[in-house]
């Protein structure tokens, strides 16, 4: 009767876990380039009252007596399954179709993934060359993941390719190649951390990156210019979980309710 106490306290505190994710995805419904998050429990252990026994000659075998003892998170997944593509018209819009993550980051620091396309192009430093950004500043990196790509401020006009080449019309009105916006796959992109502001930074789980050119041969993806991808969130699957949630917190609370009202009983016992 107290272990139901105890594995309804578990309980609560899994569908309240499975609950902040759920917020936090609905929350990032309209974030451009999200992933879902995914809860996933399993259950604690079990004490066991009475071993199995093997079969005999003149007995049967005896399954074992366990009683478990609730239930503990096993995981929480990131989905990284493709989300719907909006059209922009926005020539610095960029969508990967394919697996490929974005490289963003200072060229001699840490690097990070995303792939959320919304970039700009900067002022350029000293008056110099732009430069290819995201909406934090972080340079856009080319296919070799270590350098970033720049415009001239005398370009007067800017195409991205599927490729990924960036080619712009110099002073002299001729079509000039910019750079290659480098895509990263990873072998484990389930093991990426989130960092914040739609990004993802290596873990020890998640495999080194390889960068490399869209519609290379490794299959980084293809870019789509002139279009975001949105949240891969669905309201109808993250509202049936919501209840599915809920339900599941309100029977774990009636568990906790049931053996409160026994224990009650047996202090009343004697009066």
Do not use: C, W
Not at 20 to 44: E, M, Q, S
Not at 247 to 270: P, W, Y
Request: avoid cysteine.
């Amino acid at each position: 009767m107290i272990r139901s106490m105890y594995s309804g306290i578990s309980g609560l505190k899994n569908f309240q876990t499975k609950l902040d994710v759920i917020g936090n995805n609905i929350a990032n419904v309209n974030t451009h380039g999200f992933k879902k998050g995914r809860t996933i429990f399993k259950d604690l252990y079990s004490q066991t009252v009475a071993g199995a026994s093997e079969p005999g000659t003149t007995r049967g075998g005896v399954n074992p007596k366990q009683i478990g003892l609730g239930a503990q998170l096993a995981t929480i997944d990131t989905i990284h399954s493709p989300g719907s593509t909006q059209f922009t018209g926005n020539t610095l819009d960029l969508a990967i179709e394919g697996d490929g993550l974005f490289i963003v980051g200072d060229p001699a620091g840490e690097k990070f993934y995303t792939r959320a396309g919304n970039f700009y192009l900067d002022a350029g430093t000293g008056g110099g060359d732009a430069n290819l950004v995201d909406g934090d500043g972080r340079f856009v990196l080319d296919d070799s993941g270590t350098n970033k790509i720049t415009i001239p401020l005398s370009a007067t006009s800017l195409s991205v390719g599927q490729d990924g080449q960036v080619s712009y019309i110099d002073s002299a009105g001729l079509l000039t190649p910019a750079g290659v916006i480098g895509l990263a796959k990873f072998n484990n992109p389930g093991g990426l951390e989130k960092a914040g502001s739609n990004l993802y930074k290596e873990s020890v789980n998640s495999g080194i990156a390889t960068p490399g050119a869209p519609l290379g041969p490794d299959g980084h993806g293809a870019i789509k210019s002139g279009s975001l991808e949105m949240s891969n969130v669905d309201l109808s699957e993250e509202f049936t979980e919501m209840i599915v949630a809920q339900r599941g917190f309100q029977a774990n609370t009636r568990i906790i309710t049931t053996s409160d009202e026994i224990l009650q009983e047996l202090v009343n016992l004697k009066r």
